[in-house]
């Protein structure tokens, strides 16, 4: 690639391409200009952060992580539909950590309402509380808010650097504007002449950046079309750069280990058996566990399992049973939040059947197939980085604290991720590569963590026990009250994130339940919380990953104890309240061809929830194989409102139920002794492709807003497969995991 200026001051690498400079075009104001991250050298110019252009073509920088969701295909195809380039020419890549590409559309999904019934007024809060995310620097990937986040940001890039293209072939020719048009990379003037963007460059770099309308959805050519991904042709022939590829000159590579015991410190260690080892070069005090640097990983690994280490006990030393107890005494608290309370669940309705029950969900990790890893360079003038990171701009900042440098002196790099799910949301990944890189300056260091070291020091999914109350009358639900203990994953968070504590009603302990859009009159849905000292974090869809369980499965013993069909007394109470919702249970109905009866041998669950602004409703099928059960179809309905990418949206939805089922059938952490008992994908299975369900997805747009895809898809798939084994066995399944219970197929 040709020289392009100076990104971030100085150069940065993304995949295999080195950016040095550019001229990059278009401009989106929030209510101050976004500090453009890109710096020019002589004869460039750098308009904005998110489309320059060189000698050879355009390229597009997208401010979000590709970790397989295909988001820079999307976010590349907004650009380029305003642009007017064709698809096989567009070039992308990942965005500097920089607050130019901060997220302005997550933190608004915290405030604590009902995002379904969300009124314009609350939508205008919601985006003013967004726009804090510039403040604290927040470049995120992540919430399913790429797209929400990059729909009009990355299209009106592209239409002010197509019409600064236009006044600067304008000025050079000698014609006006609004006599040029644009096509395939280059501005066309009447009688013909041609002009490629890579001429217009340097003109283009001192005229004035306007501001255009943005055009017709009748002229769209990508946005709402399936487009080839972006990453694809790398990937399948292996020259796709993850975080675990990086290579560089004379670079060491090393892997850490940390107390088992989650808190423990290290007492002593005897570094000499892994010295012996050829290749391994230096062992390294990291104060709570140690660091091997070696002339391969394998080395690394090797010379880590050798060193003989003296751990103490955990401050905290998690028991199971214990941990059950500590979740059970949260209910006897005063409770954090009831964002639920509509009518009074607490009068008796004459002539109702009640019912209660308990369901119970266990901590799990993210286990990405890429396990944690971070390349890093220290010299005099700072740190370089490599690594595949959800948050760029909190992994360069708190790997400058960690060394004592200003953040200016990190220049970060990020890589394709080999998953993310929310693990690499956190840091500590790349600041372990730091302070082992500051050891051998000069060096680039490669640190992977195996797979036990990445199991058993996981930010995990927190454990929750639902206790729910209802009633049915008539066929009808007429109230539920639903209690949800478990621990504060939101403050756990914030700060460690920010530095800052949380406070007020934590909405992510209780999404996925108190925010589903049901008319039931009596309806109060309550979070307790107990503190712990488990790490806690963002696990792929976050507390709808719990409460779609919990609140859905609820949903279905009320339809049996009305002796209702399920799919039909869950769109009873859902077709006055949300019409999308409701639209998608009709559809997975049409789908599976839904009768509410199935033949011996075969069992049907549906389920729905909604979140992430996304309703999704699903229907499981399993059957009985000679005594072992196989999940053997799925139907999924989404109603996202605008499919900018239908075989994406299609994609997320079959991996986020196929995660989920994961989840459902093996997914637990357990722990003895302040230990985590799971270490490796044997005793923390997957579905595999072959017991993975033949799948039929529809997407509708008739939601109102743009909503996300990544990560819907998994919490209605927990509930649908239980209620299609109590379909299938007459067994209820109140605990996760399900092969406690049944003789799943692996």
């Known amino acids: 690639m040709s020289r392009i200026g100076t990104i971030a001051r100085r150069s940065f690498l993304v995949g295999s391409a080195a950016i040095v400079g550019g001229v990059a075009f278009g401009v989106y104001k929030m209510n101050q200009p976004d500090r453009n991250p890109l710096t020019a050298g002589p004869g460039e110019a750098a308009l904005n952060p998110f489309v320059f252009i060189d000698q050879n073509g355009v390229t597009i920088i997208t401010p979000r992580a590709e970790m397989g969701q295909g988001v820079q295909t999307t976010l590349a195809a907004l650009a380029a539909e305003e642009l007017d380039i064709d698809w096989q020419d567009v070039r992308v890549l990942h965005g500097p950590p920089a607050a130019a590409y901060y997220n302005s559309a997550l933190l608004g999904t915290a405030l604590p309402f009902k995002e379904y019934a969300r009124s314009d007024f609350l939508r205008g809060v919601s985006g003013q509380v967004d726009k804090t995310a510039k403040l604290l620097g927040l470049q995120i990937t992540g919430g399913s808010t790429s797209m929400k986040d990059g729909f009009d940001r990355l299209r009106m890039a592209g239409a002010s650097a197509r019409e600064t293209l236009i006044r600067a072939a304008s000025d050079r020719l000698g ?336 999404e996925g339940a108190f925010d589903q859009p049901y008319a039931i009159p009596n309806y109060r849905i309550a979070g307790y919380q107990t503190d712990t000292e488990i790490p806690l974090g963002n696990w792929r869809s976050v507390g709808a990953s719990v409460n779609g369980f919990l609140h859905d499965s609820f949903i279905d013993e009320l339809a049996h104890a009305a002796g209702r069909d399920p799919l039909d007394f869950r769109l009873d109470l859902m077709r006055g309240e949300h019409a999308p919702s409701a639209g998608c249970l009709e559809a997975v109905r049409d789908m599976s061809g839904w009768t509410g009866r199935t033949p011996d041998g075969i069992g049907r669950g549906v389920a729905f929830t909604y979140s992430f602004g996304t309703p999704a409703a699903q229907v499981i099928e399993v059957a009985d194989e000679d005594g072992g059960i196989r999940i053997r179809r799925a139907w999924i309905a989404c109603d996202v409102g605008l499919a900018l990418d239908p075989a994406i949206v299609e994609a997320q939805m079959f991996g986020g139920m196929m995660y989920g089922l994961s989840a459902a059938c093996f997914g637990e952490i357990t722990f003895a002794g302040g230990e985590v008992e799971q270490s490796n994908f044997p005793d923390y299975d997957a579905l595999r492709m072959h017991t993975a369900p033949k799948t039929e997805v529809t997407i509708l747009e008739t939601a109102e807003h743009l909503s996300g895809a990544g990560e819907p898809g998994t919490p209605p798939s927990m509930p649908a497969l239980a209620n299609a084994l109590f379909d299938l066995t007459g067994t209820r399944a109140r605990e996760l995991p399900l092969m406690h219970r049944f003789d799943l197929l692996v």
Not at 404 to 431: H, I, K, N, S, Y
Request: negative net charge; hydrophobic residues 45%.
């Open 175 to 510: 014609i006006a504007a609004d006599k040029l048009r644009t096509e395939s990379g280059a501005v066309i003037a009447p009688d013909g002449t041609v002009l490629r963007y890579a001429e217009l460059a340097e003109r283009a770099a001192e005229t004035e950046v306007p501001q255009p309308p943005l055009r017709d959805p009748s002229t769209w050519r990508y946005i709402g079309k399936s487009m080839p991904r972006l990453d694809q042709a790398a990937k399948v022939t292996g020259t796709a750069e993850f975080g675990i590829d990086v290579r560089r000159d004379g670079m060491k590579f090393a892997t850490v280990r940390m107390n088992p015991r989650l808190g423990g410190g290290m007492k002593r260690f005897d570094p000499a058996p892994a010295l012996d080892l050829p290749g391994v070069e230096k062992v390294i005090d990291l104060g709570h566990g140690i660091a091997v640097i070696a002339s391969n990983t394998w080395l690394a690994f090797q010379g880590a399992e050798a060193v003989t280490i003296d751990w103490d006990n955990a401050p905290d030393p998690a028991e199971q049973d214990a941990i059950w107890a500590g979740i059970e005494a949260g209910f006897d608290t005063r409770p954090n939040s009831k964002l639920r309370n509509d009518g009074d669940v607490d009068a008796p309705v004459p002539g109702a059947t009640e019912l209660t029950a308990e369901y119970r969900v266990p901590f799990l990790a993210h286990a990405t197939m890429e396990p944690m890893n971070a390349t890093a360079l220290y010299t005099g003038d700072g740190l370089e980085l490599w690594c595949g990171a959800q948050i760029p701009t909190l992994a360069r900042d708190n790997c400058a604290a960690a060394l004592g440098l200003d953040p200016a002196q990190v220049r970060l790099t990020t890589t394709f991720l080999g998953g993310g799910f929310g693990r690499r949301l956190e840091v500590d990944f790349a600041v372990y590569a730091a302070l082992i890189a500051r050891e051998m300056p000069g060096t680039p260091v490669q640190v992977t963590w195996t797979r036990e070291e990445d199991m058993r020091h996981d930010f995990y999914r927190p454990a929750a026990i639902g206790r729910f109350r209802g009633a049915v009358k008539d066929g009808q639900a007429v109230m539920m009250d639903g209690a949800i203990a478990g621990f504060p994953l939101a403050a756990q968070v914030a700060k460690r994130w920010l530095g800052v504590p949380f406070a007020g009603p934590d909405k992510v302990h209780v």
